[in-house]
């Protein structure tokens, strides 16, 4: 007699789950099987959770998806045992803790996100961590699918081509911007009354006070101090490099003493480390700007301005590369790049994306030109002087080769790697088994993907 094929013997454990299990809890049921694997009720109601507790509306639909996306996560896991695809567990256990400060930051703190959730933190952290983790294999495993796709110049036009003069998009006006940022740097004077809170905290710390109250309490960093100063586990280029020194300087439960950053005076702990990555916590003091600082800001800015029109040729680039106190864009010529499409570093930017401070100064101004000095306010809540230089501006168009090949670019690239992912999973799809439960059955996105593969068919016994 043959054995019995893998297929046909999951098909009997399925139905008979299905129909004869009772679960002790309602949500304790399989919903579909996926090869060897399996998806529980359980883990659809714990991601839903998740989106829940990270702003998203109550929608059925959304149950329909995460089953989907289990099912391809699945897909893709097991294909990546076969081709040796890992991660690591620190790189999981680095994610799970970034997912959570997220999640405990949008529910307005630990407590908060445990009452949403009927269970701790820690619980709920090992609840998913296998999911996270699978999730993490599955994306790398994605990315060796599509790591070689590429498009030529020939590719892109013959995508252009493709697409009906109805269907072309329609581009917004874009420009390319400058700038010149100068910030407010206070002398030691200034910054020595920030620097002794922080050792009058730190004192305090010593004394026996809890660290984590004081972060809540008294640290400037809006990110971590709704978590007692907790940063959970990092990699030594996660911080500035002062920062990094103490935290991979110190061992388990050592405290720094009080150092200055480009963010201003902290002093941390060191919580646990793993390899090349640390856990602390810390309280930041970050120093006000005062009035005399921000006037020399405008004093530095004006010589600048004057020096870009004394002489017409001067080179912006050079001149922002050289006085810009803005890391992110000296080093690109004092040039923007598109926050929203960061992968291709492009510094055309809608207008409708601008910084509106931005967007109303460079209304009135003429390409070439450079904007005075004036005084910004940015997201942190900083004021900066800025020069605002307009290199180009092109206005509201329908797509064309000439003026946005390299979008068109992007779109045909992302066009070739979803239909080489979608012929991948449909192959895998036909070679697999797939059972889903009748409660998922009806969804849209999970039709056809139910299946009983070939070999499993034509499997006979004599």
Same mark, same amino acid.
């Given at each position: 007699?043959?054995?019995?094929?893998?297929?046909?013997f999951l098909?009997i454990?399925?139905?008979?789950?299905?129909?004869q299990?009772?679960? /002790?809890?309602?949500?304790?049921?399989?919903?579909?099987? /996926?090869?060897?694997?399996?998806?529980?009720?359980?883990?659809?109601?714990?991601?839903?959770a998740?989106?829940?507790?990270?702003?998203?509306?109550?929608?059925?639909?959304?149950?329909?998806?995460i089953?989907?996306?289990?099912?391809t996560?699945?897909?893709?896991?097991?294909?990546?045992?076969i081709?040796?695809?890992?991660?690591?567990?620190?790189?999981?256990?680095?994610?799970?803790d970034? =997912?959570?400060?997220?999640?405990?930051?949008?529910a307005?703190?630990?407590?908060?996100?445990?009452?949403?959730?009927g269970?701790?933190?820690i619980?709920y952290k090992?609840?998913?961590?296998?999911?996270?983790?699978?999730?993490?294999?599955?994306?790398?495993?994605?990315?060796?699918?599509?790591?070689k796709?590429n498009?030529?110049?020939?590719?892109?036009e013959?995508?252009?081509?493709?697409?009906?003069?109805?269907?072309?998009?329609?581009?917004n006006k874009? /420009?390319e911007?400058?700038?010149?940022?100068?910030?407010?740097k206070?002398?030691?004077?200034?910054?020595?009354?920030?620097?002794?809170?922080?050792e009058?905290?730190?004192? =305090?710390?010593?004394?026996g006070?809890?660290?984590g109250?004081?972060? =809540?309490?008294?640290?400037?960093?809006t990110?971590s101090?709704?978590?007692?100063?907790?940063?959970?586990f990092?990699?030594?280029?996660?911080?500035?490099?002062?920062?990094?020194?103490?935290?991979?300087k110190?061992k388990a439960g050592?405290?720094?003493?009080?150092?200055?950053?480009e963010?201003?005076?902290h002093?941390?702990?060191?919580?646990?480390?793993?390899?090349?990555?640390?856990?602390?916590?810390?309280?930041l003091?970050?120093?006000?700007v005062?009035?005399?600082?921000i006037? =020399?800001?405008?004093?530095?800015?004006?010589s600048?301005y004057?020096?870009?029109?004394k002489?017409?040729?001067?080179d912006? @680039?050079?001149?922002?590369?050289?006085?810009?106190?803005d890391?992110?864009?000296?080093?690109?010529?004092?040039?923007?790049?598109?926050a929203?499409?960061?992968?291709?570093?492009?510094?055309?930017?809608?207008t409708?994306?601008?910084d509106?401070?931005?967007?109303?100064?460079?209304?009135?101004m003429?390409?070439?030109e /450079?904007?005075?000095?004036?005084l910004?306010t940015?997201?942190?809540?900083?004021?900066v002087?800025?020069?605002?230089?307009?290199?180009?501006?092109?206005?509201?168009?329908?797509a064309?080769?000439?003026?946005?090949f390299?979008k068109?670019k992007a779109?045909?690239?992302d066009?070739?790697?979803n239909?080489?992912?979608s012929?991948?999973?449909?192959?895998?799809?036909?070679?697999?088994?797939?059972?889903?439960?009748?409660?998922?059955?009806?969804?849209?996105?999970?039709?056809?993907?139910?299946?009983?593969?070939?070999?499993?068919? @034509?499997?006979?016994?004599?």
């Open positions: 007699m043959r054995k019995i094929g893998i297929a046909i098909s454990v399925l139905t008979a789950s299905f129909a299990a009772q679960p /002790v809890r309602n949500l304790d049921k399989i919903v579909a099987v /996926v090869g060897s694997s399996i998806v529980l009720k359980s883990d659809v109601e714990l991601r839903y998740n989106y829940l507790a990270s702003g998203g509306q109550p929608n059925d639909k959304v149950r329909c998806e089953v989907q996306s289990f099912i996560q699945k897909l893709l896991a097991q294909q990546a045992v081709d040796s695809v890992t991660v690591k567990d620190d790189e999981v256990d680095n994610e799970v970034r =997912r959570m400060r997220g999640m405990i930051s949008r307005g703190g630990q407590d908060r996100l445990e009452q949403f959730l269970r701790s933190v619980q090992d609840e998913i961590r296998d999911d996270i983790k699978e999730n993490m294999v599955a994306t790398r495993m994605r990315g060796k699918i599509t790591e796709i498009v030529t110049p020939l590719d892109v013959n995508y252009f081509k493709k697409l009906s003069k109805d269907s072309l998009p329609t581009f874009e /420009v911007v400058g700038e010149i940022v100068f910030q407010p206070m002398d030691k004077e200034e910054k020595e009354p920030y620097r002794q809170k922080a009058e905290l730190l004192a =305090r710390v010593k004394k006070e809890d660290f109250n004081l972060a =809540r309490l008294y640290s400037n960093d990110g101090a709704g978590d007692g100063g907790d940063l959970g990092a990699d030594r280029n996660t911080f500035v490099k002062e920062f990094a020194a103490w935290a991979f110190l050592e405290m720094s003493p009080v150092f200055e950053t963010y201003g005076f002093f941390l702990q060191v919580i646990e480390r793993r390899g090349e990555q640390v856990h602390v916590r810390h309280i003091i970050m120093p006000s005062t009035e005399a600082s006037e =020399r800001a405008k004093k530095r800015a004006d600048v004057l020096l870009l029109n002489n017409k040729n001067t912006f @680039s050079a001149v922002a590369s050289y006085y810009s106190d890391k992110e864009t000296k080093y690109n010529g004092g040039m923007m790049l598109n929203e499409n960061v992968e291709t570093r492009t510094t055309y930017i809608p409708d994306k601008l509106p401070q931005v967007a109303l100064t460079i209304d009135t003429k390409v070439g /450079v904007s005075q000095p004036q910004f940015e997201q942190t809540g900083k004021k002087y800025k020069i605002l230089y307009l290199k180009s501006a092109t206005d509201a168009h329908k064309n080769l000439k003026q946005d390299p068109l779109a045909a690239l066009d070739k790697t239909r080489v992912i012929e991948w999973f449909e192959k895998r799809r036909k070679e697999t088994f797939v059972k889903i439960d009748p409660e998922f059955e009806v969804c849209p996105e999970l039709k056809g993907w139910a299946n009983v593969p070939m070999s499993a068919q @034509s499997t006979k016994t004599p």
